[in-house]
C-alpha cells in the first residue's frame, strides 16, 4: 500500500467542507477498504454511484491505480471538489467525475451496462440502490454495495425486483452481487 498521507490530505479538506461525516478518516478509509478487497482481480472499470466525499471511489482509485474510475454525483458542489482532487491526485486521465442523476446517466448509451464494477455507499434504500445499480452493470459484472449496520435484507430486495441478478452474502459489510451473462460466468453458490 503506498503512503496514505495525499488521499488523507484530500480526503480531510473533503471532510471540513462537509463532504464527509464526523468518523476519523482511518475509519473511512478502513472501511472503503472494504470495497477494494471484494473488487474483481479482472475489473478494469469502475463506477461510484453518489460519490459526494470520494468514499469508496477516491479510495478504489489509490488503492488499484490500473482501474479507470468513474465518480457520479448530482450535486454539482461535491462534483467540482472530487474534479479538483483527481487533479492534485494526478489522476485526470484515469479518475472521471461526472455531475449527473443516476437515473439520467444510466440511461446514457455510454454509460448503460458498460462497467465492470458498480459502488454504493450510503446511496440510498436497498432496492432503489441496486435497481440503480443494475443499470450500469455489464453483463457478469459486479455489484459492490456497503451493507446497513443492522444486517442486510438483500435476499428480499432481489426477490422483490424481480431482476437478474445473484446476491454472493457479504463481505465483511459489503453485499456482493453479480449480474449474469458474461463470458466469465461461474456458478456460485447465492445467499439468498
Known amino acids: 500500500m503506498p503512503d496514505d498521507a495525499p488521499l488523507l ?28 478487497r471484494v473488487l474483481p482481480a479482472s475489473a ?28 457520479v454525483d448530482r450535486r454539482e458542489k461535491r462534483t467540482d471538489t472530487l474534479r479538483r482532487s ?39 434504500p436497498p432496492a432503489s440502490t441496486l435497481d440503480g445499480a443494475l443499470v450500469f452493470a455489464r453483463p457478469g459484472g459486479t455489484i459492490l454495495i456497503s451493507d446497513p449496520p443492522a444486517g442486510s435484507r ?5 426477490r422483490e425486483l424481480g431482476r437478474s441478478v445473484v446476491w454472493h452474502g457479504g463481505e465483511d459489510g459489503i453485499a456482493v452481487f453479480t449480474v449474469p451473462g458474461g463470458p466469465d460466468d ?5 445467499g439468498g
Open 9 to 36: 490530505a484530500v480526503l480531510g479538506e473533503h471532510q471540513r467542507v462537509g463532504a464527509i461525516g464526523p468518523t476519523t478518516l482511518e475509519d473511512a478509509v478502513a472501511h472503503s477498504r472494504r470495497f477494494v
Open 154 to 158: 438483500w435476499g428480499d430486495v432481489v
Open 86 to 124: 483527481a487533479t492534485r491526485l494526478g489522476w485526470s486521465g484515469r479518475v472521471r467525475v461526472i455531475t449527473a442523476d443516476v437515473g439520467v446517466l444510466g440511461a446514457d448509451p455510454a454509460h448503460h451496462r458498460r462497467y465492470d464494477v458498480v459502488t454504493a455507499r450510503s446511496f440510498g
Open 186 to 190: 461461474v456458478p456460485r453458490e447465492t
Open 44 to 71: 478494469t472499470s469502475v463506477v461510484d454511484l453518489g460519490s459526494g466525499g470520494g468514499l469508496p471511489g477516491l479510495v478504489i482509485a489509490w488503492d488499484r491505480p490500473s482501474l479507470a474510475v468513474t465518480l
